[in-house]
């Protein structure tokens, strides 16, 4: 029988901060069901995502804008102020990143859970955010994907396809439409006035996905931080609830792992479902003895 309640880890933007052997260790002792990656692995960190494929887990991954930081760059004066570590004429490393994730990759795919009564499907993978078609050249390349309206597509097939009603949605950006200030789940937080920089082609999977009849109690993603550029006095908001009762959670608490005091602390997001429902949802800090020393409570909101 599927598992009525199920826990789930989501593992923020990692910017190679993964630690193989800490990390299974504190998911174990979090006795988390499954685990999700909100990509931003690293810079084309061929390495750390070859660990993460091979934590011993139930787990998806998408991948971020950073996993194609050289690969994506369409002119040569800012690639060059990149840096590029290898020949890209002789590498082709967001290659090598999909081919080390194989289906464990969600992007414009998705993955079945039976034990746990649910399907994970993926938004647009690399993504770099913004209600303009960017990158037109990667992912016409890379997924014959030329516009918004082809990626949705692609997004709804996954959905099609799924071999359960329960859908948990993984993206690295997130969609648009949750607000346009510069503290917003997707807000511009480097340009003063702010601006949603959500992903359109995410919002309309979505919505179809609600008239396919699939229940989505999750949404979950990255990329914008929250900490916020141009105000130091307040985060980002890092949980959304609509209409529908789906739940947006951004997860891209960065740095992920941080040092203190001779002592080195790694954060989860935690999120409990519970016959298909979000009852809690938790930002997670432990210690190097895999105890949680820290935790804010998101929901249920606390007055």
Known sequence: MPKSSVKIAIVGDVHDLWQPIEDRLALQALEVDLVLFVGDIGNESVEVVRAIANLDMPKAVILGNHDAWYSASDNQKKLNKKKCPYDRTKEDRVQQQLDILGKLHVGYSWLDFPELNLSVVGARPFSWGSSRWKKATFYSDHFNVK?????????????????????????????????????????????????????????????????????????????????????????????????????????????????????????????????????????????????????????????
């Not at 516009?147 to 329960?166: C, G, K, L």
């Not at 648009?176 to 340009?191: Q, Y």
């Not at 609600?210 to 130091?232: A, C, E, I």
């Not at 790694?266 to 016959?275: C, G, K």
Request: charged share 20%; glycine share 8%; hydrophobic share 35%.
């Open 147 to 303: 516009s918004f309206a082809e990626s949705t597509q692609r997004i709804v097939e996954s959905v099609a396809n799924t071999a359960h009603d329960n859908i948990v949605f993984l993206g690295h950006n997130g969609p648009f439409g949750l607000g346009s200030e510069e503290h917003s789940i997707c807000g511009k937080d480097w340009k003063a006035g702010g601006g949603d920089y959500g992903d359109p082609d995410f919002t309309e999977a979505i919505s179809k996905s609600y008239q396919m009849l699939k229940t989505v109690p999750l949404v979950t993603f990255g990329h914008m931080h929250h900490h916020l550029r141009l105000n130091s006095k307040r985060t980002r908001e890092v949980l959304v609830t609509n209409e529908k009762g789906t739940v947006f959670l951004n997860a891209a608490c960065t740095p992920r792992i941080v040092q203190s005091n001779n002592e080195e602390y790694r954060n989860f997001s935690i999120v409990t479902l519970e016959s298909g429902t979000v009852t809690q949802i938790s930002l997670v800090w432990l210690n190097s003895h895999c105890q949680v020393v820290k935790e804010n409570t998101l929901l249920p909101r606390t007055l």
